[in-house]
């Protein structure tokens, strides 16, 4: 993707005369393409994923399966895509601006977090996946650089690029989808497929993330990372305090026999929950462990 066809610094949407968005900055750029900070005339500010028109082939497709998968759902805990428009070189996506990065930069910036903002943290993501299967999504691609979070620090599951509708609860997928360190057991095994149970095996790998700051199921190669996801052989570090309801969710939800792992329902009515919750983070918690007290 070259820069050069976006030297404007607006962006006018073909055949919207009253719309204009002018960009402010580069948030990023992703596989397909580049996404923007943007303010309407009114001031508005927006993210605005922008997909070069002449891209072909897979990361088009799945571009096109992210609009019309993300363009369905509508949750408080979900990145909002508002609208797609074109200009005469670009395809845009625009969406809800998350404007404090993701849980990857957060955890990354803290090591750990705490207990009780993993409890708020699993809430939100549970509601979120939740609503996703009781819609038929699988989204395939949870970790915690997509899930993004919002100007309280909420959360925003985004990036719907691998994602995939199923025609019923029960279909199984076969192609090995995702990221590697995220994957369940039954994504490495095409004979047993996979299906809504692979995103809660993420959900676990990402409680473990929140509270130990590194990978349950690391490793130097490929194929070392694949056996002990095939084996569910991870341990707790022992120099990070974690409670022992926390330690027995994360494995209840990291059971390689996807038909034995928790149900979403299930997790939530975990012993875990009932310890206490925040209503809502403050921005300090970007960097520092927030005092509850
Ligand atoms: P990819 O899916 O390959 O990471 P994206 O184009 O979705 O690529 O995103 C590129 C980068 O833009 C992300 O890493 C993130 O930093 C940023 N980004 C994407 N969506 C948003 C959003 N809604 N709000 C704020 N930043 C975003």
């Not at 500010?45 to 072909?56: G, P």
């Amino acid at each position: 993707m070259s820069f050069s066809k976006m030297q404007s610094q607006f962006i006018k949407p073909l055949n919207r005369p009253n719309e204009e968005y002018k960009i402010l900055q580069l948030l990023g750029k992703g596989g397909f393409g580049m996404c923007f900070e943007v303010e309407n005339q009114d001031g508005e500010v927006f993210a605005l994923k922008a997909i070069e028109k002449n891209s072909t082939g897979q990361n088009y497709d799945e571009v096109l399966n992210e609009i019309m998968i993300q363009s369905e759902l509508k949750h408080p805990y979900i990145v909002n895509l508002y609208d797609v428009f074109d200009d005469l070189d670009f395809v845009y996506l625009k969406m809800e601006l998350c404007s404090n990065n993701s849980l990857l930069e957060m955890v990354q910036n803290r090591g750990e977090l705490t207990e009780s903002e993993v409890r708020l943290y699993m809430i939100q993501l549970i509601d979120a996946v939740g609503y996703m299967h009781n819609n038929n999504i699988l989204h395939r691609d949870l970790k915690p650089d997509n899930i993004f979070l919002s100007d309280n620090l909420d959360l925003r599951v985004g990036d719907f690029g691998l994602s995939k509708e199923l025609n019923s609860t029960d279909e199984r997928q076969r192609n090995p989808c995702g990221t590697l360190p995220y994957m369940a057991p039954e994504i490495l095994n095409p004979k047993v497929g996979y299906g809504f149970e692979a995103d809660i095996w993420a959900i676990g790998v990402i409680m473990y993330i929140l509270l130990f700051g590194c990978q349950p199921f690391g490793g130097h190669t490929r194929s070392m990372v694949i056996d002990r996801i095939r084996n569910a052989d991870f341990e707790f570090p022992s120099d990070i305090e974690v409670s022992h309801d926390a330690k027995n969710l994360i494995s209840a939800i990291l059971n390689p026999e996807y038909g034995k792992r928790l149900t979403l329902s299930e997790i939530r009515q975990h012993f875990f929950f009932r310890g206490p919750t925040p209503v809502e983070l403050p921005l300090s918690a970007l960097r520092t462990a927030p005092n509850f007290e």
